[in-house]
């Protein structure tokens, strides 16, 4: 038994009012929500021993560097990488693309081919295009069906010897798609290709296992966790985070500088330049061991219910037409009123307290591919209720009546 109402009784802001409504959060693929327990997290670290880290031999910096230390090792487990140093700190997903995309540009030749799906969010297609406009590379992109999902076959037609990179998400923040990553991954490795899975949005839902998938580099943000905004991972095999340069020079990053030469420092710091968001390190692990001791098959069982409940509601309503597929997706619903601009269903919602996100999510290629200016998207989190989801409908019912 699930057990919603005292898992609730954690997140502090569930219980505010947003235009004198109790707030019903439904933007969760944007941002979730922060447990107490991190928040305490927060609290504590400021309180008692807020200091750099890998720096100080005083004890407020000892203490600090081992919190975050023991943090990239709970990242380490909770995804199952061979080493902790296989896991950087990043500030969110986009960073650790972006980390990846430098790298490359030293490895790439004019003439070799990247592959991105047609699901991508923006943060998995720019970065790819700056990358081959630095190095003459190509890119291609694996298309998707009207039912949401990619054309497989197709992909089997890009590869070849000359693919040398492929990125796909796990899961798409604009329909909830889950892509079938094993087999995308095996078969970027049979053609010699190293592949990067965009975990943003399926992390808070299943719980991957880097070594099992054999993937080369996956990456996640913080935020979507339960933990707090500007920081993530990125999980990269050693041998590939040996290969590539560092993305950015600066303090704790070397190993030694003169003004002749600088040599770097192992993994992970060689990544790592600055002082790292210290705070925020610390309140991820935090987030994952929140999230652990509710258990992610747990939260994806009872995540289903909810979206099963939603989408057969939501679907009741004359003219509304939902996009992606209908079921074995993570827990999103994108939808239109026929005739309605979604900016202005999403206007309405938010005077009846419900948060819901409006536009092209981030995935203007998809709302392309549908010929739509955007969708409504209710993102489901564990935390939500099949009474908030009725309050949705009623809403979204209200919203039609009004602008019809
Ligand atoms: N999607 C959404 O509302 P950052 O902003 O770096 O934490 O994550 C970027 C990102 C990358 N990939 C995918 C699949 C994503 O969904 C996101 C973030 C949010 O859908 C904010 S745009």
């Not at 922060?34 to 807020?50: F, L, M, R």
């Not at 965009?198 to 991957?208: R, W």
């Not at 692990?285 to 099963?308: C, K, P, Q, R, V």
């Not at 209720?385 to 019809?404: F, H, N, P, Q």
């Amino acid at each position: 038994m699930f057990d919603v109402e005292s898992i609730r009784k954690d997140f502090p802001i569930l219980s505010r009012k947003v235009n004198g409504k109790p707030l019903v959060y439904f933007d969760n693929a944007a941002t979730s929500q922060t447990p107490k327990q991190v928040i305490d997290t927060i609290v504590e670290y400021y309180s008692k021993y807020n200091a750099n880290i890998h720096r100080g031999v005083h004890t407020l910096s000892q203490e600090a560097t081992d919190k975050y230390e023991q943090s990239r090792k709970k990242i380490q487990a909770h995804f199952n990488a061979k080493f902790s140093h296989e896991i950087i700190f990043t500030s969110g997903t986009t960073h650790g693309i972006n980390l990846v995309a430098n790298g490359f540009s030293s490895i790439l030749k004019k003439g070799d081919e990247i592959i991105v799906s047609a699901l991508e969010h923006h943060s998995n297609i720019v970065p790819w295009q700056m990358l081959c406009e630095r190095t003459g590379a190509i890119l291609k992109v694996i298309p998707m069906d009207l039912e949401g999902e990619l054309i497989l076959s197709e992909y089997d037609k890009l590869l070849s010897p000359n693919t040398k990179l492929v990125f796909v998400n796990h899961v798409s923040n604009a329909l909830g798609t889950i892509n079938p990553i094993e087999t995308i991954i095996e078969k970027a490795h049979a053609v010699g290709a190293a592949i990067l899975i965009d975990g943003a949005q399926s992390s808070p839902h299943i719980k991957a296992d880097v070594q099992a998938l054999d993937v080369d580099f996956y990456v996640a943000s913080a935020h979507k966790m339960c933990g707090p905004t500007g920081v993530g991972m990125l999980y990269g095999k050693e041998s590939w985070l040996k290969k590539l340069p560092p993305y950015q020079g600066g303090g704790e990053m070397i190993a030694e500088v003169t003004f002749e030469k600088t040599t770097y420092a192992e993994l992970p710091h060689k990544f790592e330049a600055g002082t790292p968001n210290i705070c925020g390190g610390i309140a991820f692990g935090a987030a994952i061991d929140y999230m652990n001791t509710i258990g992610f098959e747990a939260i994806a069982a009872y995540e289903h219910e909810l979206l099963e409940y939603a989408t057969a509601k939501l679907l009741e309503i004359e003219g509304l037409k939902i996009y992606g597929p209908l079921k074995d997706k993570a827990s999103v619903v994108s939808f239109n009123l026929e005739g309605i601009h979604p900016y202005d269903v999403g206007s309405i919602l938010d005077k009846l307290g419900i948060a819901v996100r409006t536009g092209h999510h981030c995935a203007q290629p998809i709302m392309d591919f549908y010929k739509i200016p955007g969708t409504v998207r209710a993102s489901l989190a564990f935390y939500n209720t099949k009474s908030e989801i009725d309050a949705l409908v009623e809403g979204v019912k209200k919203a039609k009546m009004m602008l019809s």
